[in-house]
């Protein structure tokens, strides 16, 4: 068969590949440099911004920089050019209006029995809707995190829950199963920098701190740390829980920020509103003024140097006897509808897959009609829902991980407290009228109970008294009553016939 196989590719003219091409691709960034960078995205600080692409722009590999120089917020501004770097402030808006959906619009846990008012003493205690808040916020920014719970009896006699963001915790995996999470926090003592790091993995807790190098040391060399000891607790559970809404295709079992990936349109977004900008001061009003017209100083009488937001332009004075010295004044012209195209394209392109520019108050209605729009907010919704969806998932877990380590904390051998639920209300109702005119029709159509009509318009507006006693008003308005005929009556009609 190989003979005849070759043979055939021979006859057919196919040639085979007799070599193997090899290709290498170098990334420019690790996980903590990427953490790092969507930190300084969402904290949106331009000299942040510019000092960490400027610098990675100037380390190189094999004589390339890591990122090129024609970036935006990598260019360097020389005496000749200034370069005034606008930040627009988008990815923090994005990050922060999506934390706020979620987590505000949270209802209470469904928990049975007493393990609910426990929850709520520890939740209350951690102030715990507060803390989600900057967890979600966290993730959402930098990818990924982790909540830690740890047993003070000095701060409370309840479990205390932390949060650590990605770049300060790892995951230990094994055949995709979690291990041990590690918690990372740095401390300095005479100028020299320490890092404990918190193994939490199940059934125990150990503490370990090395120096900047690397080199463990150990626990007394810091105060902070002397009295900390490793801690074996009953139960099969890690006292920490990962989080991670998007998983991140470059480092195995770690998340991804929500931006991750719109750098380059981030940085094309700023560089048009700082095109805009510096249009804006390129085209103001430029004033001609002869050099005898020109501003002195009283007392020395040197020629006062024009600014940014005064420029001049001198001119020779005319010395012809008929000269009219005066002062020229030219508008500038700025192609206002081209830098707004541009502006929405970009803006557009940023916030595609993430968030609706609607929910964000970005009105764009001059290059999008209603129906786009509404189309746009159903992204929002598609977001909403996966943040939602993770979060379902993760907070019973962590509730249970709560009131196992709470039955510790009181010698009870801890119990699995698994009928824990945590839904949302509905996000983007319609308004009234036009929930009206869809329920209507359907109840017009005989698609949609009376009841189902009324529970739909109210909601949790009304209680289920309120609802069934407004069914039978409505089904009492649109009945029809009419007296039945009786024996006498008929009686009656056929002698006022015979009479007739």
Not at 326 to 331: F, G
Not at 399 to 405: A, D, G
Request: contains cysteine; proline residues 4%.
């Amino acid at each position: 068969m190989g003979l005849i196989k070759e043979a055939l590719m021979k006859w057919l003219g196919i040639v085979p590949v007799e070599t193997q091409v090899q290709f290498y691709i170098r990334e420019n960034t690790t996980k903590e440099l990427t953490t790092l960078k969507n930190q300084l995205w969402y904290r949106g600080d331009p000299t942040e911004l510019e000092q960490f692409y400027v610098e990675l722009a100037g380390v190189s590999l094999d004589g390339k920089s890591l990122i090129p120089m024609t970036r935006f917020w990598a260019a360097v501004p020389t005496d000749d050019v200034l370069i005034r770097k606008f930040h627009s402030g988008l990815p923090k808006l994005i990050v922060d209006k999506l934390a706020s959906i979620v987590v505000d619009d949270m209802n209470e846990p469904e928990i049975n029995g007493g393990a609910k008012q426990r929850w709520e003493d520890v939740a209350k205690e951690n102030s715990f809707d507060e803390l989600l808040k900057s967890a979600v916020t966290k993730v959402l920014a930098e990818g990924d995190g982790a909540f830690k719970l740890c047993v003070d009896q000095s701060i409370s006699d309840k479990p205390l829950i932390e949060f650590y963001s990605g770049n300060n915790v790892d995951f230990i995996y094994k055949r995709g199963r979690l291990l041990e999470i590690q918690f990372f926090t740095d401390y300095f003592k005479d100028s020299k920098r320490f890092r404990l790091v918190e193994c939490y993995g199940k059934g125990y807790v150990q503490y370990k701190l090395a120096d900047a190098s690397g080199v463990p040391v150990d626990l007394t060399v810091l105060p902070e740390t002397a009295e900390l000891a490793d801690v074996v607790f009953d139960g099969d559970f890690i006292m920490g829980l990962p989080l991670k809404f998007y998983d991140s295709p470059r480092f195995s079992n770690r998340g991804d920020a929500i931006y991750e990936g719109k750098g380059d349109v981030f940085d094309a977004l700023d560089e048009i509103v700082s095109t805009w900008l510096d249009a804006v001061r390129a085209n103001r009003v430029k004033q001609y003024i002869p050099e005898s017209l020109v501003p002195r100083n009283e007392s020395t009488g040197a020629v006062r140097k024009p600014n940014v937001f005064n420029s001049y332009i001198v001119k020779s004075t005319d010395l012809g006897e008929e000269a009219d010295n005066k002062i020229e004044t030219i508008q500038g012209d700025i192609s206002y509808e081209g830098l707004q195209s541009s502006y929405v394209t970009f803006l557009d392109a940023a916030l595609q897959g993430i968030i609706s520019p609607s929910t964000l108050g970005i009105d764009v209605k001059k290059l999008d009609n209603a129906e786009s729009q509404r189309e746009k907010e159903k992204t929002t919704l598609y977001t909403r829902d996966t943040l939602v969806g993770v979060l379902s998932k993760t907070l019973p877990k962590l509730v249970n991980i709560v009131l196992k380590t709470e039955d510790n904390m009181h010698n009870k051998t801890p119990s699995d407290y698994e009928d824990i639920s945590f839904d949302w209300g509905q996000y983007a109702n319609p308004s009234f009228e036009a929930t009206v005119e869809t329920v209507g029709k359907a109840r017009q159509y005989g698609i949609m109970s009376l009841e189902r009509c009324v529970e739909e318009l109210y909601g949790d507006a009304m209680t289920d008294k309120d609802k069934l006693e407004e069914v039978e008003r409505l089904k009492g308005e649109s009945s029809v009553t009419v007296d039945e005929p009786g024996v006498n009556d008929d009686a009656k009609i056929v002698k006022g016939f015979g009479e007739g």
